[in-house]
């Protein structure tokens, strides 16, 4: 079926759009849900696996106690309700990559059920749009075991059509994973993509918070299918669904969302029927494209997996896991954004930089929340981003940084001797301490010596010393040039123009 996409402002306001969000988390267990296999990411093909993670006879599972774990805490921190008993099930379908042709999941009995997320949604950036929060709410969240990956060789694509051979790498197969299944998300109206967006944000920054992945999608340790269906009216019936597979990144979901309702759109203009399938999302195109048609849950053929026994948590151990559920990210952001007294505009700079946290771990050192913020969000940042690595990744520590800060704020570096500091620090150098020492960067405490420069520079400039005589202040600037480079920089600009203003009178 080929139609013309109907503009998505058009679509919004003919068609009343309903999300569904399913994300699959990987989690950063060292082992594999049911076996002792390693999880290591990018290892060469089929050396993270054994007889479990192969689906070889009389491999017996195990559960992962860490996972069981993770998937509790997640459910908690979702305002979810635990479970007092459930149990893993056999999902039952073909594909090369999963080596049993059965998933072990959960079905019936999830581990945590019934919860809700209230997300922030920013303004949009014309400002037309305001701001708001929209309470998703949590179906489930289950555990299950994720699949190997198949690799199509030799099309244009990537993808089976046109590939000349294909290949199977079981790594993956076994990884922990936490599927996490809203309800569905009504009232969203035209900020739909927005919604979408705000959820996974907020999902990430809350599963990072609690350190159970390290949900990088562009790995796919945080994966979104995204459903999506129109309907004519807030009140009618919700129409039939599309799943958008495995998008990996925040701007992707938005898109995929937007491409979805006016392609819906289209259909349901034509007259035509959506078809329930999976779609597959293009980053480089912005399209969609047909998968197959959507299994509904008895083509499955679920039965309970008789290798596992019922999961019963401790509900004393539960509530210790829920005593112990660090801030939750949003609170935490509110709280950092008033105690430093940072714009609107400055913190969500911060943020998006992704430097909250080494910020916070730099006050938390001895640094003042504008000298932390300086470092980090400019040097700092510029150095990231010319490496392409995160902040949290340079070889530098906050404490360092509030070392450097400190240095510079008791007149002991100047910002110029600080970066070259620096410098020494990230090339692995020692420590702030003995990279200044080595270099020799301390700022000239000795007033003679200054003073000594300074008359040098007085002496030689004559012509500049009568325009300061006659009421040019500005013209200060050059002689403080000449005596800085006289100290190779190692004098402070404020202390030299103290002295040049003693002198000249």
């Known amino acids: 079926m080929s139609v013309e996409l109907v503009d998505y402002d058009e679509a919004v306001a003919e068609f009343d759009p309903v999300l569904g969000l399913e994300v699959h988390v990987e989690l950063n267990t060292r082992t594999k849900m049911f076996s002792g296999a390693p999880t290591e990411f990018g290892a060469e093909p089929n050396t993270q696996v054994d007889p479990t993670s192969l689906g070889l006879p009389g491999a017996m599972p195990v559960l992962n106690a860490k996972a069981l774990e993770s998937a509790i805490r997640i459910g908690l921190a979702l305002n979810c309700q635990i479970a007092q008993s459930c149990r893993f099930a056999r999902k039952n379908y073909f594909y090369p990559d999963m080596p049993k042709n059965f998933q072990t999941s959960q079905y019936d009995e999830p581990i945590a059920f019934d919860g809700y997320l209230d997300v922030d949604v920013p303004a949009s950036e014309d400002g037309t749009k305001p701001a708001f929060t929209y309470r998703v709410l949590i179906e489930r969240a289950h555990m299950e075991e994720d699949t190997g990956k198949s690799l199509h060789v030799g099309g244009s694509t990537g993808r089976i059509h046109g590939a000349e051979f294909s290949l199977v790498d079981y790594n993956r197969a076994g990884i922990p994973l936490i599927e996490i299944v809203t309800r569905p998300l009504e009232g969203t109206g035209d900020r739909a993509p927005d919604v979408a967006r705000a959820y996974v944000a907020a999902l990430r920054d809350l599963l990072r918070a609690l350190d159970v992945?390290?949900?990088?999608?562009?790995?796919?340790?945080?994966?979104?299918?995204?459903?999506?269906?129109?309907?004519?009216?807030?009140?009618?019936?919700?129409?039939?669904?599309?799943?958008?597979?495995?998008?990996?990144?925040?701007?992707?979901?938005?898109?995929?969302?937007?491409?979805?309702?006016?392609?819906?759109?289209?259909?349901?203009?034509?007259?035509?029927?959506?078809?329930?399938?999976?779609?597959?999302?293009?980053?480089?195109?912005?399209?969609?494209?047909?998968?197959?048609?959507?299994?509904?849950?008895?083509?499955?053929?679920?039965?309970?997996?008789?290798?596992?026994?019922?999961?019963?948590?401790?509900r004393a151990w539960v509530e210790e896991l829920r005593a112990a559920l660090p801030e939750p990210p949003a609170q935490r952001r509110k709280r950092l954004h008033a105690e430093w007294g940072f714009s609107d505009l400055e913190f969500r700079d911060l943020v998006n930089a992704g430097a909250l946290d080494v910020v916070e771990a730099t006050v938390a050192a001895g640094a003042s929340p504008a000298a932390a913020r300086?470092?980090?969000?400019?040097?700092?940042?510029?150095?990231?981003?010319?490496?392409?690595?995160?902040?949290?990744?340079?070889?530098?520590?906050?404490?360092?940084?509030?070392?450097?800060?400190?240095?510079?704020?008791?007149?002991?570096?100047?910002?110029?001797?600080?970066?070259?500091?620096?410098?020494?620090?990230?090339?692995?150098?020692?420590?702030?301490?003995?990279?200044?020492?080595?270099?020799?960067?301390?700022?000239v405490q000795d007033d003679g010596a200054l003073a000594a420069a300074v008359d040098e520079v007085l002496a030689a400039n004559p012509d500049v010393v009568e325009k300061i005589r006659g009421g040019k202040a500005q013209a200060a600037g050059a002689l403080i040039g000449q005596v800085m480079k006289k100290m190779q920089g190692k004098a402070d600009a404020a202390r030299i123009r103290e002295l040049i203003a003693a002198r000249v009178g």
């Open 213 to 314: 992945s390290d949900v990088k999608m562009e790995q796919g340790s945080l994966r979104c299918d995204v459903n999506l269906s129109l309907r004519p009216t807030p009140t009618s019936k919700l129409g039939t669904r599309s799943e958008t597979k495995n998008v990996n990144s925040l701007r992707s979901v938005e898109r995929a969302v937007r491409y979805e309702v006016s392609r819906h759109a289209a259909i349901l203009r034509a007259g035509e029927k959506v078809v329930q399938e999976t779609r597959h999302w293009h980053e480089d195109t912005g399209l969609t494209t047909p998968g197959r048609e959507k299994s509904d849950a008895e083509d499955y053929r679920y039965f309970p997996e008789p290798d596992l026994v019922p999961i019963v948590p401790d």
């Open 374 to 443: 300086k470092w980090w969000s400019g040097e700092l940042a510029r150095r990231a981003n010319a490496d392409g690595v995160d902040l949290a990744d340079l070889p530098v520590r906050p404490a360092d940084v509030a070392e450097l800060a400190a240095l510079v704020e008791d007149g002991k570096l100047t910002d110029r001797l600080a970066r070259e500091a620096l410098d020494g620090v990230l090339a692995g150098e020692g420590s702030v301490a003995e990279v200044v020492e080595a270099r020799g960067l301390i700022v």
